[in-house]
């Protein structure tokens, strides 16, 4: 799969500042031209937020964070970039401008992406002198969380370049979407242009306040398109007739005179202070920063809850998750087997608020998890993949002792270390520490038994011999070791 080494992003406004840290989080140098006295700073803090969410995200092993430079000029930012992302103010002579500044300095295959929201690419790529490579690139917002990118191209675009920008984007979690025919606003921005045009009209008209719209909203059918989307949601709502016999029953209402659709609302002064003081009311005793971290760790649980869906497979954005995952897991650089007579660090990690309970701190299951993440660890270590998964073989737990024995609280930097105790690799025993980083304080414990087995044969089978190869060494160097004491307890056994 085609990867991005070098990005650089011209514009680091709110999507231009987005669009750098989903790159730098996939390992991505990147460099970045805004000449906004703060930009740095605003980066900065998006930076910051993104880190935040992607430690709430997943527990696939990231890259190494590409570097994050700012340039003194778009010229130096866009030497040597395998992807160019321009997301300048939505000004139709400023986007031609920059563009064709890009066309000149750029490396002649670079991709060349617009995140405008509306313009189309035949307009955009008028003045450039190698058109075929440049395409809207569309995200939505927050770029380093949501997957989607519309990808339209130009009168002048080659479809390869569509075609690769397509691949790219799967290697930073991201999906492009190519849009058959460039039109004004695309797909999702004519779609929001028209639901918003309708919210405007009932505010406008005291039907309901912009908290109630957007409670109407997030309690109904918002949850439903986040893992379904329109027309599915439709199909379901016409029972087993499907959808034929929905659009015979609720097509007419089209023509009934429930919409202004087709009226744009006079944003006049007093349309606008209604809006902003309901918004005051609604949420503005947060900032701007805050609202944006809830929001953040929202979208993670949304889409945590989503990959589980369709019996593990994943559904919708958690499938895409599910799928990001599985490519990290593949291209992460193999850890070590080094059988040294020390415990083995298995795993470093921090508290996401979406682990504290309604005591304050990490809730008991978290702590089996970061034992259950640590496991998977140990068996990456050994050779135990997701390609010997998939060719029939696993290792499965068979029983484990966890004691809880001091509490985590949000932010805490914690790790796992393990000790492999005395066993013939068909078996393999552990017994893991979980120990907050700040004091090396030990947190919890857990004995560990796992069984190799045989999917295909539905029983317990000796591992193939290049897993035996890599743990046995590590099982021989830990044999010198004492066991500790917590070895062998029961439930209610004093300590």
């Known amino acids: 799969m085609a990867r991005i080494s070098k990005a ?39 930076m910051a937020n993104a880190e935040r969410a992607y430690k709430m995200l997943t527990r696939a092993p990231l890259p190494v964070k590409g570097t994050l430079n700012f340039s003194e000029s778009l010229e130096e930012a866009v030497r040597g970039a395998e992807w160019i992302q321009e997301s300048v103010p939505e000004r139709l002579d400023l986007k031609r401008s920059v563009l064709a500044q890009i066309d000149i300095a750029a490396d002649p295959k670079a991709l060349i992406g617009s995140s405008t929201s509306g313009l189309i690419p035949t307009d955009l790529q008028r003045d450039m002198k190698h058109p075929e490579r440049m395409f809207v690139a569309h995200p939505y917002n927050p770029v380093y969380l949501l997957p ?28 492009g979407l190519i849009i058959n025919k460039e039109i004004d606003a695309f797909v999702g921005d004519r779609l929001l242009e028209a639901f918003w045009r309708e919210a405007l ?10 908290e109630t719209l957007d409670n109407v909203i997030r309690y109904s059918f918002g949850l439903r398109w986040a893992q379904m989307g329109l027309f ?65 760790q929202n979208l993670v649980g949304i889409m945590q809850a ?26 992460a650089p193999k850890p070590q087997a080094n059988p040294a007579k020390e415990p083995l660090k298995l795993l470093e990690l921090r508290v996401p608020s979406a682990w504290i309970d309604y005591n304050g701190h990490m809730t008991e299951y978290r702590y089996t998890q ?3 993440d640590a496991s998977d660890a140990l068996l990456q270590m050994v050779g135990v993949d997701a390609d010997y998964v998939k060719a029939g073989h696993s290792y499965y737990t068979v029983e484990s002792h966890v004691r809880l024995l001091a509490e985590a609280k949000l932010g805490d930097a914690l790790y796992v270390k393990a000790q492999l105790l ?14 907050r980083a700040s004091d090396d304080t030990l947190l919890s414990t857990c004995e560990h038994l796992m069984l190799h087995v045989s ?41």
């Open 8 to 46: 650089a992003c011209i514009g680091g406004g709110v999507i231009g500042g987005a669009w750098a840290a989903r790159f730098v989080l996939a390992g991505i140098d990147t460099k970045i031209f805004d000449p906004h006295p703060e930009a740095q700073r605003l980066i900065s803090e998006v």
């Open 148 to 175: 989607l990118v519309e990808l339209v191209g130009g009168e002048k675009t080659a479809r390869a370049v569509l075609e690769d920008a397509k691949a790219k984007l799967a290697t930073v979690g991201m999906t």
């Open 201 to 210: 009209w009932l505010i406008k008209d005291d039907i309901c306040d912009t």
């Open 232 to 296: 599915e949601t439709y199909r379901i709502a016409g029972g087993e007739a499907g959808m034929r016999d929905f659009l015979s029953k609720y097509g007419p209402s089209l023509s009934w005179p429930w919409t202004k659709l087709t009226d744009v609302v006079d944003f006049d002064d007093a349309l606008v202070e209604k809006i902003a003081v309901q918004s005051d009311a609604q949420s503005g005793q947060r900032g701007i920063r805050e609202l944006e971290r809830i929001r953040d």
């Open 306 to 331: 989503l990959k589980a869906g369709d019996e593990g497979r994943g559904w919708g954005a958690g499938r895409l998750l599910s799928d990001y995952e599985a490519h990290l897991w593949k291209t």
């Open 370 to 372: 970061c034992f259950a």
């Open 422 to 435: 005395p066993s013939d690799g068909k078996k393999i025993h552990s017994f893991m520490g979980l120990y």
């Open 455 to 495: 999917s295909k044969e539905s029983r317990s089978v000796p591992p193939l011999p290049a897993v035996m190869m890599k743990l046995k060494p590590l099982i021989e160097a830990h044999a010198v070791l004492p066991a500790p004491d917590a070895v062998g307890r029961s439930v209610g056994q004093r300590k």
